[in-house]
C-alpha cells in the first residue's frame, strides 16, 4: 500500500518523502481512507510511535478550505510537547502543498498573551492542550464556531491526567462539528463514556494490535535489584553504552530529580524532566539533550510525553511503568530508523511475574542479565 493509493495529493506525499515517510503504517493505512472520504465520527486505537499524527492530520490537510482563514480544525493533546510535535509535523507536511496551510500550536507555560497574538493571523488548524483551549475561550478570544473537525489524540492520557472536564467543555463549543476522531492506546470506561456520549452509534473503530507495534530491533532486557543495590547496578550498565545516550524512565518526579542528582554527582552528563519544570526549563533541557551536551534524559512518563529524539541507543526502565501501555511508550524510543536499541527494566525480586505478564500481553521475549 502506498500513500498514493490512499489519494494524498502529490504535493503532501513530496513533504512524507522529505521525511522519510514512504510507507503508510497499519494505523494510517485503516483510518485514512476512512477520514478523508466522510463526514463522520472514527475511534482509532494504536499506541504512540505507530504514526498516528499522519493518519488523522493527512485527511485534515487533505479537507481544509485554505482560503477560509478562520479554525476548521482542531487537536487536542495531553502536554506541550505533543502539541508543538504534531503542530510541527503538520506544518512540514504541506511545504509543497499549493495553498498555504497555517497551523498554531497553543499549551500552557507560555505567555498566553503571545498566544492571542499568533491567533489574530489566519489559522485553519489549532493543536492545543486542554487547559490552555480554555483559557482562551474563558477569554473570549477564540471562535471555534467553524470547526468541523475534533481529534483527540491520546485521549486516555488526557483522562488520566484529569482533562476530562476541559474535554467536554472545549466539544460543548463546537457546535458545528462533523466529525469527532479518537485516538487512544487503550479504550477504558472512561473512554468509552466519551465514545458513547458524543459518538454515533456505528461508529467505526479500528485497532492496531500490540504484537504490531513492538519494534523487534529492541532486544529487552531485565535484571532483579534490590533498592539499595539498583544506583550501583545502573552505574555499571551505563558504563557499558560509554558515550551512547538514552532516557532513564522514573515513575515519579521526586524519582527523577534524585536520580539525576545522584548521577551528575558521578560527573554523568544527565538531567531530570518532569511536570514542575517551567516551560522554558524544559525546553533548556531538551535542546541540552538534543545537542548531545546531556549523554542521559531522566524523565516520567507524562514529561516523555511527545519527546522526539533520534539515535537513542537504549532506555532503561528504572521502576516499572504503572501500565503496561506505557511499556511500549518508553520502549519504543530506541531501536528506530533501522537501527538496533535496548530496553533494560529494573525489577525487585518479587516482581518476576510482571516481567512473565509483559511478555505475555505484547507478544515480547525479555533475556535476564547481569551488571
Not at 98 to 120: P, T
Not at 124 to 141: C, S, W, Y
Request: glycine share 6%.
Amino acid at each position: 500500500m502506498t500513500f498514493e493509493q490512499l489519494n494524498i495529493s502529490a504535493s503532501l506525499i513530496k513533504g512524507l518523502n522529505e521525511l522519510n515517510i514512504i510507507k503508510p503504517t497499519e494505523i494510517q493505512v485503516k483510518a485514512i481512507p476512512v477520514l478523508i472520504k466522510y463526514d463522520g465520527d472514527f475511534v482509532g486505537q494504536a499506541q504512540t510511535g505507530t504514526g498516528k499524527t499522519a493518519a488523522f492530520g493527512l485527511p485534515i490537510l487533505e479537507n481544509i478550505e485554505a482560503e477560509n482563514p478562520k479554525i476548521q480544525a482542531i487537536v487536542l493533546s495531553p502536554t506541550r510537547e505533543l502539541a508543538q510535535q504534531i503542530a510541527k509535523q503538520l506544518f512540514k507536511f504541506t511545504k509543497y502543498a499549493s495553498k498555504k496551510i497555517f497551523v498554531e500550536a497553543v499549551y500552557g507555560g507560555e505567555k498566553i498573551e503571545v498566544q492571542i497574538s499568533a491567533l489574530q493571523r489566519p489559522t485553519q488548524i489549532l493543536v492545543a492542550t486542554p487547559g490552555r483551549l480554555i483559557d482562551l475561550l474563558n477569554r473570549k478570544v477564540i471562535d471555534l464556531s467553524r470547526v468541523t473537525t475534533v481529534v483527540l489524540d491520546e485521549a486516555d492520557e488526557m483522562l488520566s491526567m484529569g482533562f476530562k472536564p476541559d474535554m467536554d467543555e472545549i466539544l460543548s463549543h463546537t457546535v458545528n462539528r462533523k466529525n469527532l476522531w479518537l485516538f487512544s492506546a487503550t479504550i477504558s470506561d472512561g473512554i468509552q463514556q466519551i465514545i458513547d456520549t458524543y459518538m454515533q452509534a456505528d461508529v467505526p473503530c479500528v485497532k492496531v494490535e500490540k504484537k504490531d507495534v513492538v519494534n523487534t530491533a529492541i532486544a529487552h532486557q531485565y535484571l532483579v535489584a534490590d533498592i539499595p543495590q539498583k544506583l550501583n547496578v545502573l552505574l555499571k550498565f551505563l558504563k557499558t553504552q560509554q558515550e551512547a545516550r538514552g532516557i532513564i524512565f522514573c515513575k515519579t518526579k521526586a524519582a527523577a530529580q534524585n536520580l539525576a542528582q545522584q548521577l551528575i554527582a558521578k560527573n554523568i552528563a544527565a538531567d531530570a524532566l518532569h511536570g514542575d519544570l517551567g516551560q522554558r526549563d524544559r525546553e533548556k533541557v531538551m535542546r541540552a539533550f538534543k545537542n548531545e551536551k546531556l549523554k542521559i534524559l531522566i524523565a516520567t512518563d507524562v514529561a516523555a510525553r511527545g519527546i522526539d529524539v533520534h539515535d537513542l541507543a537504549y532506555i532503561v526502565q528504572y521502576q516499572l511503568p504503572e501500565q503496561i501501555e506505557y511499556y511500549t511508550h518508553r520502549s519504543g524510543r530506541t531501536g528506530r530508523a533501522g537501527k538496533k536499541g535496548i530496553s533494560l527494566t529494573f525489577i525487585l525480586p518479587h516482581e518476576g511475574a510482571k516481567i512473565t505478564k509483559l511478555e505475555n500481553e505484547l507478544h515480547i521475549n525479555f533475556e535476564k542479565v547481569d551488571f
